[in-house]
């Protein structure tokens, strides 16, 4: 078997806007939209949780940004979809990333994700999904963008993208295991705690950073302990299907 696919380059999200709020208990942000897929591909508008500060007070919203980062120097939109994920090793270090790090850090709702693997010449697409049906809060950051050349009345481009880290070893049973067989490299999700932590507004130091970014990563696999890994249909494939029929499991 070999690793097939960008990692993390498909996933679902299909909450409307006001159960994400009441699920993630955060207010609207300005201009938030109904962004339900079952198959978002880099470049779409997807939803993403921060905290905005308000003088002395602190607000949690639901914003819509495009899923690839723009960094305030790119020359157009096409380069976000070079930048969808994040290496979490090197993020602090990284031009497109190292700014967003250290003071636009958010987290990015997703019911699961899909991953491929290759096998005897075919790809079998798999979900990777919470066991309780709850969302992943994979840790992500963002940027805000427009245009050198822009007008007055050009908008700012809000965008993210998603942090990736090492799968589980090889040597572990159960879903740690499955995880380690599907790809190398696995989406960051977010702890009830470092979900807080991540989300704090303020700039951090460089060694901050590499700190909270390296705590996220050394807790990534107690979180995925309670991930199932199902295989879905082909049809996820092509990102023109889009259903919940895309997430039923399928026998093999």
């Not at 905005?52 to 305030?72: F, S």
């Not at 990736?164 to 040597?171: I, L």
């Not at 989406?187 to 807080?196: A, M």
Request: aromatic fraction near 8%; glycine fraction near 8%; include cysteine.
């Amino acid at each position: 078997m070999s690793y097939s696919g960008s990692m993390c380059g498909r996933y679902v999200q299909s909450k409307a806007a006001g159960q994400l709020s009441l699920d993630l208990r955060a207010g609207f942000g300005e201009g938030l939209q109904e962004t339900i897929s079952w198959n978002i591909a880099p470049t779409a508008q997807v939803p993403v949780l921060l905290d905005r500060p308000d003088g002395d007070r602190v607000h949690r919203e639901l914003h819509t940004a495009r899923w690839g980062l723009l960094p305030i120097w790119a020359k157009d939109k096409a380069e976000s979809a070079r930048a969808f994920n994040a290496r979490s090793e090197t993020v602090t270090e990284k031009p497109t990333f190292r700014s967003a790090v250290r003071s636009k850090r958010c987290a990015v709702p997703a019911d699961a994700y899909y991953e491929w693997l290759s096998s005897a010449g075919s790809k079998q697409p798999y979900a990777v999904c919470r066991a309780d049906g709850q969302s992943h809060l994979f840790a992500g950051l963002y940027e805000w963008w427009r245009p050198k050349d822009a007008g007055p009345e050009e908008p700012w481009v809000l965008s993210c993208t998603i942090l990736t880290g090492p799968s589980p070893d090889h040597g572990h049973d159960g879903v740690l295991g499955e995880l380690a067989g599907l790809h190398d490299r696995m989406p960051l999700p977010l702890s009830e705690e470092t979900l807080e932590e991540w989300l704090a507004p303020g700039k951090l130091a460089k060694s901050e950073a590499e700190h909270l970014v390296n705590r996220i990563r050394r807790e990534a696999l107690h979180v995925a302990a309670s991930w199932e890994v199902c295989p879905v249909g082909r049809e996820v494939g092509n990102v023109r299907n889009n259903g919940p029929e895309l997430l039923e499991p399928i026998a093999l």
